[in-house]
T-cell receptor
Framework: DTEVTQTPKHLVMGMTNKKSLKCEQHMGHRAMYWYKQKAKKPPELMFV???????INESVPSRFSPECPNSSLLNLHLHALQPEDSALYLC?????????????FGPGTRLTVT | AQSVTQPDIHITVSEGASLELRCNYS??????LFWYVQSPGQGLQLLLKYFSGDTLVQGIKGFEAEFKRSQSSFNLRKPSVHWSDAAEYFCAVGSNNDMRFGAGTRLTVK
């Protein structure tokens, strides 16, 4: 099974709302990632968790708060977002060892901030 | 720092014609190279990867890519394009827990 699942598929939220995105994988991968992708652009790395510890934070605003409760689950908590945060949010995971170079992506959550 | 350049923003090919998408990379050590495909509104699907060894790698959906160290290139090819291949294609270079993507090439099949 090489599947990464993400929920919800679509999310519309106001600027004062608090919401969360969820990502799950059952491939035994120990690294998980959040990316942000604007239309017609490549994915931009936001956060990396390695063995459930935050290892990379690409200077993301604090209104995005990641959480890795266990090795299979990754959340992205959203609060006080801006309209420019509207994008496709992609989750990915990669395995241990050499496989850590190879990332598997979920289908994404399409976020619209109104 | 590692980086990837995809020179072609948009390519249009006829169904049944051959395809080559270009990718050039910059990386200090032996690169780990990937091609991903993304259909509209979808996630990224891994087409193929190069870690080491044979410089011609085969992937899914009939795609192949050739690693040429002397040209710092990793071009993607397909001998006969199908209408379902219309999508965005990203070349990427990876290191441990880090991946950098090219800007992407949008493929239109007519």
């Amino acid at each position: 099974d090489t599947e990464v699942t993400q929920t919800p598929k679509h999310l519309v939220m106001g600027m004062t709302n608090k919401k969360s995105l969820k990502c799950e994988q059952h491939m035994g991968h120990r690294a998980m990632y959040w990316y942000k992708q604007k239309a017609k652009k490549p994915p931009e790395l936001m956060f990396v968790y390695s063995y459930e510890k935050l290892s990379i934070n690409e200077s993301v605003p604090s209104r995005f708060s990641p959480e890795c409760p266990n090795s299979s689950l990754l959340n992205l908590h959203l609060h006080a977002l801006q309209p420019e945060d509207s994008a496709l949010y992609l989750c990915a995971s990669s395995g241990p060892g050499r496989s850590s170079y190879e990332q598997y992506f979920g289908p994404g959550t399409r976020l619209t901030v109104t | 720092a590692q980086s990837v350049t995809q020179p072609d923003i948009h390519i249009t090919v006829s169904e049944g014609a051959s395809l080559e998408l270009r990718c050039n990379y910059s990386y200090g050590a032996t690169p780990y190279l990937f091609w991903y495909v993304q259909s509209p509104g979808q996630g990224l699907q891994l087409l193929l990867k190069y870690f080491s060894g044979d410089t011609l790698v085969q992937g899914i959906k009939g795609f192949e890519a050739e690693f040429k160290r002397s040209q710092s290139s990793f071009n993607l090819r397909k001998p006969s394009v199908h209408w379902s291949d219309a999508a965005e294609y990203f070349c990427a270079v990876g290191s441990n827990n880090d991946m950098r993507f090219g800007a992407g090439t949008r493929l239109t099949v007519k």
